[in-house]
């Protein structure tokens, strides 16, 4: 079918091909019309309507690894460090530390780039939402009131694991259920990102909100195709890597080979990929000894695929209000920060791309010395 959006690993040059070729005023048609109607969305894409953004699950792995870097990172207005982090989780939830510096691993220990743990350290994130410091909790008496505010100050960190766990791991849920839940991760990495910039450094915010906005793109554009099916995790760069490991394994052991064996490799890995998704069963389990979250088959996703039963304009409404509601709970956002209509009333300029709400003249002009450097640098 028509190729309606493609996506990079975070590699710096893919970025600034994107900005130059995919990031154009969307064209007039239906795909304007409901793209218009979702608050803070950005009306932008390439020439024939391809979206273009990046890789949710390295989005994932480099949010992580900017929580274990050396210099720590800033949720509020709390600076945390990684062994901080692991001492107040270990305390609240009762999980050893030694099972969390797995998920957790120090900067330079691996390559961090474990689909497994990383969904595993977002879950034990996502249990801290909601919880509070109790008597249950072997803490000093004189420490309980710093470990409180500590606690309080992860809570949206606590919120935005939530959404990452079900993107990666909720294959029983429909299409429309994950739509209000990439609003919502949306809507909460932008609140947190207006609120305090250290929160989430420049690359990284982006990387998130437009791989976000191409999900939805995605499913609208399928809607206007007639497509009866769409898988979330196959919209990246997880075929491309698939095609990487069959090509490197296609002759038994001979790994290398010339522009000419790629050809033929390339066009025998084609074929036999245009079978297996008309009959998907016939493709033999990967052989692993451990679970993973990484690689999914269509036949593991069970929930409805089906965009055309997605009404994307409700969906994003709710999911926009969710994150909107739990973050208004926490004391250190006030109304102005999750009010978001209210907000686009007094900054009608603001967008997921342009979250100060700066007049399109002014867009870019942020001071890098305010941001961060990502961790994480993609590997092919």
């Known amino acids: 079918g028509k190729i309606i959006s493609v996506s990079s690993d975070h590699d710096s040059t893919n970025g600034k091909t994107q900005s130059s070729m995919f990031r154009r005023d969307m064209a007039a048609g239906r795909r304007r019309e409901i793209c218009a109607k979702l608050l803070l969305f950005d009306l932008e894409e390439g020439e024939g309507g391809v979206s273009a953004s990046y890789d949710e699950q390295h989005n994932g792995k480099n949010h992580r690894a900017k929580m274990i870097r050396k210099s ?225 088959n269509p036949a593991s996703w069970t929930g409805d695929v089906d965009p055309r039963n997605v009404n994307v304009v409700n969906m994003w409404a709710l999911g926009v209000q969710d994150a909107s509601s739990e973050l208004s709970k926490l004391p250190f956002y006030n109304s102005s920060d999750t009010d978001l209509r209210a907000l686009l009333l007094r900054k009608p300029h603001t967008t997921l791309l342009n979250p100060q709400g700066k007049p399109p003249q002014h867009i870019g002009d942020e001071d890098p010395s305010d941001d961060e450097t990502e961790v994480v640098k993609s590997e092919t």
């Open 72 to 296: 720590g990172y800033v949720i509020h207005l709390i600076e945390f460090t990684r062994e901080s982090t692991i001492h107040i989780v270990t305390i609240v939830t009762g999980i050893p530390c030694s099972v969390l510096e797995g998920y957790w691993p120090a900067p330079g220990v691996d390559d961090h780039q474990c689909v497994s743990s990383m969904v595993k350290g977002f879950s034990v994130l996502g249990t801290l939402y909601g919880k509070k410091i109790d008597a249950s909790m072997n803490i000093p008496e004189l420490q309980k009131p710093a470990m409180a505010q500590k606690l309080l100050e992860l809570q949206p960190l606590a919120y935005i694991s939530q959404r990452w766990v079900f993107l990666f791991t909720k294959g029983d849920a429909s299409l429309a259920d994950h739509v209000r839940n990439i609003a919502s991760l949306a809507a909460a990495v932008f609140i947190v990102r207006r609120h305090c910039k250290k929160s989430l450094p420049s690359q990284l915010y982006t990387a998130i909100v437009t791989a976000a906005m191409r999900l939805i793109k995605d499913i609208i554009a399928c809607q206007c195709l007639c497509y009866t099916t769409y898988f979330l995790f196959l919209a990246a760069t997880h075929i491309l890597e698939q095609c990487f490991g069959m090509m490197r394994t296609f002759v038994a052991s001979m790994r290398n080979f010339d522009c000419l064996q790629m050809e033929e490799r390339m066009s025998n890995i084609v074929a036999l990929r245009s079978i297996y998704e008309q009959h998907p069963t016939w493709r033999a389990d990967p052989k692993r000894l451990s679970q993973t979250f990484d690689h999914w």
